[in-house]
């Protein structure tokens, strides 16, 4: 079963703020957050662990709320460049290679 | 410069045919993913390999085969595509269970 991600799509100004979310059904091992901009492969973000550890490579910062099976991803004082559809993963276990991906939330920043 | 081809961008083909996509990675990764994207669906997992000439089934494998012969190439076969076919076909690879590096896609129209 997909976890559930919202909003659907949200459209923003230069530098405001933007939170999305992504909601599981089932207890979650990790989370993984990637962007896709239109035409392109979806690029890694970073991965939320349970237990608090997270990596990634990007200046976003997301939280893993494992009691409530959901994490969110903050996107602060967006710049045109963040625009594209964000999809989580999750995996239910660890070692895991097979990720269920959200449905995804598209995000427009505008001048 | 890490790298995952696909070896179409876009491909048209007849209800029917047999179509070949073809994915080679050159980061020496032992995984290797078939996802589809549709709109308001996300990504949903084809099949994937852990390793060569091993496979395994996601979420969606009905209609859909694999091969991975060697290491840095994953194919992915439509034994008699149908028009539920059309998508956009994305492959993936990874060293972790981390992060995963995407194609650029073939979008394939079945007709």
């Known amino acids: 079963q997909q976890p559930v991600q919202s909003p659907q799509a949200v459209i923003l100004r230069e530098g405001e703020d933007a939170v999305i979310n992504c909601s599981s059904s089932?207890?979650?091992?990790?989370v993984h957050w990637y962007r896709q901009k239109h035409g392109e492969a979806p690029v890694f973000l970073m991965i939320?662990?349970?237990?608090?550890e997270q990596k990634g490579h990007e200046k976003i910062s997301a939280s893993f709320n494992e009691k409530k099976q959901q994490s969110s991803l903050y996107l602060t004082a967006s710049q045109l460049s963040y625009s594209g559809t964000y999809f989580c993963g999750t995996a239910a276990t660890s070692g895991t290679y097979k990720y269920i991906f959200g449905t995804g939330t598209r995000l427009k920043v505008l001048a | 410069d890490v790298k995952v081809t696909q070896s179409s961008r876009y491909l048209v083909k007849r209800t029917g045919e047999k179509v070949f996509l073809e994915c080679v990675q050159d980061m020496d990764h032992e995984n290797m993913f078939w996802y589809r994207q549709d709109p308001g669906l996300g990504l949903r997992l084809i099949y994937f390999?852990?390793?060569?000439?091993?496979?395994e089934k996601g979420d969606i494998p009905e209609g859909y085969s694999v091969s991975r012969e060697k290491k840095e190439r994953f194919s992915l076969i439509l034994e008699s595509a149908s028009t539920n076919q059309t998508s956009m076909y994305l492959c993936?690879?990874?060293?972790?269970?981390?992060?995963?590096?995407f194609g650029p896609g073939t979008r394939l129209t079945v007709l």
């Open positions: 993936a690879s990874s060293s972790t269970t981390d992060e995963q590096f």
């Open positions: 390999s852990y390793d060569v000439k091993m496979k």
């Open positions: 089932k207890a979650l091992y990790s």
């Open positions: 939320l662990l349970k237990g608090g």
